[in-house]
């Protein structure tokens, strides 16, 4: 129902700044919250940023907060992740994922849709 492509990841130094897009299609109009996960061997899934359907309200996780921002395009189903001041510990693959309803969440279970992930390497 909602297939979901990410784009942006890649190399950078250690200060640096990417941007993330993540596109999203869907056949049948619903509001979707959307939110950014990352994940580094062995380790779980972890929350990065998410944002309401109406792009009203944000949340971060503590590691991040100050330096990444998530805003969203419904016009173009288009959902970013601003990465600012990169730290080697962001290094890691970044997902975009999706929840058909207006409120994001911090758990990855709570999303049923994802997209196949994009690397995000940050040099020392």
């Known amino acids: 129902q909602v297939q979901l492509v990410e784009s942006g990841g890649g190399l950078v130094q250690a200060g640096g700044s990417l941007r993330l897009s993540c596109q999203a299609s869907i056949r049948t109009f619903s509001p979707y919250a959307m939110g950014w996960f990352h994940q580094t061997p062995g380790k779980e899934r972890e929350f990065v940023?998410?944002?309401?359907?109406?792009?009203?309200?944000?949340k971060y996780a503590d590691s991040v907060a100050g330096r990444f921002t998530i805003s969203r395009d419904n016009a173009n189903?288009?959902?970013?992740?601003?990465?600012?001041?990169?730290?080697?510990?962001?290094?890691?693959v970044?997902?975009?994922?999706a929840r058909l309803t207006y409120y994001s969440d911090t758990n990855w279970r709570a999303y049923a849709y994802w997209g196949p992930g994009t690397q995000v390497t940050v040099s020392s």
């Open 49 to 58: 940023a998410g944002i309401r359907w109406s792009g009203a309200s944000t």
């Open 77 to 92: 189903n288009t959902v970013y992740l601003q990465m600012n001041s990169l730290k080697p510990e962001d290094t890691a």
């Open 94 to 97: 970044y997902y975009c994922a």
